[in-house]
């Protein structure tokens, strides 16, 4: 009842400090970007090769998706670091701790809230772009629900490791590391998929330890593996691809990290003296 109450409260909350709004309102501006480039390109290609010119929209298609992703991350971190870590500072946390609410209680209805509204933002933006895509160009997304529901795990993951942050640091310390932890596994994916490329197993085991050390990225790349064309996975045709595709064993690695995490969250919020 109480994490119900807490999650009806932090819907309520980010709708009242119009964070809500503002991000389906940043969110409908790129879907009008996107489908403005969309109907452009679409209108533009004259080839007599239909393959190339669906293979072009498709990868059209992957870049809106992974901007979307990036939109999600940022959307993600924004609107978490400051529920924990900003009320302890205020001091408003005191007015929600004396009720007769537990503080897991507080800490799971927060986490709830959250996952409903990132939800429904993943649904919102990266549906949107395949929509668009597939009604304008004729561009369509292969396991689209997979790609969509290991986005949805990466933002869940980086949510997670926000609200630990927010348990011990300050707003903007919080925002710094993830954001930089996220920054080391977007760098690091990258290393890891030029090494690819060129055979430097060096460089892709550089890219793996960045992925143990946070699989953020890794579970896009995944994504981006289900999503894109089966000629562009066999090919690797578009820059938004895989060319090292991160396992199984990467995306059970993940959900047990972001499990430990939303654990070790719970135990400091326990513990904090308030």
Not at 5 to 15: G, N, P, Q, S
Not at 86 to 100: M, W
Not at 138 to 152: D, F, I, M, P
């Amino acid at each position: 009842m109480g994490t119900r109450v807490m999650a009806a409260v932090t819907f309520r909350e980010a709708a009242r400090k119009k964070v809500l709004w503002m991000a389906f309102v940043a969110g409908a501006g790129f879907l009008a970007l996107f489908a403005t480039g969309m109907h452009f390109q679409a209108k533009g290609i004259h080839l007599n090769n239909e393959a190339i010119r669906r293979q072009i929209l498709n990868t059209s298609l992957m870049m809106g998706l992974y901007t979307a992703d990036l939109l999600t991350v940022l959307m993600t971190i924004l609107i978490a670091a400051d529920t924990l870590s900003g009320e302890i500072a205020s001091g408003t946390i005191h007015a929600i701790a004396t009720k007769p609410i537990t503080r897991r209680q507080i800490l799971l209805g927060k986490w709830a809230g959250f996952v409903g509204m990132l939800t429904v933002y993943i649904l919102f933006l990266l549906g949107g772009v395949a929509l668009l895509g597939y009604a304008i160009g004729g561009a369509t997304v292969e396991h689209l629900w997979r790609g969509l529901g290991l986005v949805w795990l990466e933002s869940i993951l980086l949510l997670n490791i926000t609200l630990l942050c927010g348990t011990g640091l300050s707003t903007l310390a919080s925002g710094v590391v993830v954001l930089g932890m996220h920054g080391v596994a977007f760098l690091g994916g990258w290393i890891e998929q030029i090494g690819a490329v060129t055979h430097s197993q060096g460089a892709v085991n550089v890219g793996i330890v960045a992925s143990i050390l946070m699989p953020s990225e890794a579970l896009w790349r995944r994504a981006a593996f289900e999503m894109q064309s089966p000629l562009a996975s066999v090919l690797n045709m578009s820059p938004f691809g895989s060319f090292s595709v991160p396992s199984r064993i990467m995306v059970a690695y993940a959900i047990v990290y972001l499990l430990v995490a939303l654990g070790l969250a719970l135990r400091r919020f326990r513990l904090r003296d308030l």
